[in-house]
């Protein structure tokens, strides 16, 4: 049997591939997607006891900000440097579930993530955000329903020269996040498994 999320999933694939195949100008509506929130019983903790080293876990340096504080969901990747751009093209395809991880090289200087960028990241089915810099409107995003995870927040915005690059692994707070594999995060940390874990 296939639950309910599984034919969100795949329904929005096909009409995602559809539309890049057939060329057509307009995009289909794609039916909005939940978050992956964690279930309560999935907490990092015990994925770390039952996983051992299997399970890569991330130093404590990133704050949650988002109104999800579990999440989780398979990685996609982008490696940019105060500029934005790729970020919001990426947040404007559809998620599938996903966890967008931002490595922003660990600056301070500018945000990349704020309320509008969060907001479209919920509206085409992001699971979450983490990112290795700053997020701003952070009063906003604490109240919507996605994971969102970052060094620090800062008012100013990032510069948009669309300088960047995706789908290629990237490693800070001492472990590597690659496209495909899962990421893991809750309130005592962040971890990321090659496999998805399987629920009992």
Partial sequence: MIDASCQKLLVSYVLY?????????????I???????????????????????????AEPMLVNYGGL??????IATI??????????????????GRVLVVDGGGSLRCALVGDQLAALAIKHGWS????????????TLAALDIGV???????????????????????????TFR???????DDDGLIVTQQ????P
């Fill in 69 to 74: 504080s579990a999440f989780g969901g398979q």
């Fill in 149 to 175: 995870q970052a060094l620090g927040t800062h008012p100013r915005r990032s510069i948009k020269k669309g300088e960047g690059a995706v789908d290629l692994p990237v490693t800070f707070a001492g472990i």
């Fill in 179 to 185: 496209p495909g594999a899962w990421l893991y995060a």
């Fill in 31 to 57: 039916p909005p997607l939940e978050p992956l929130e964690l279930p309560m019983h999935l907490k990092t903790t015990d994925l770390c006891d039952q996983l051992g080293d299997a399970a890569a876990v």
């Fill in 196 to 199: 998805r874990v399987s629920t």
């Fill in 79 to 96: 490696k940019v440097f105060e500029d934005n751009s790729l970020v919001r093209a990426a947040l404007e395809t559809p998620g599938f």
């Fill in 17 to 29: 591939m559809i539309y890049h195949l057939s060329g057509a100008r307009e995009a289909p509506r």
């Fill in 128 to 139: 979450g955000i983490v990112v290795y810099g700053c997020i701003r409107d952070s009063q």
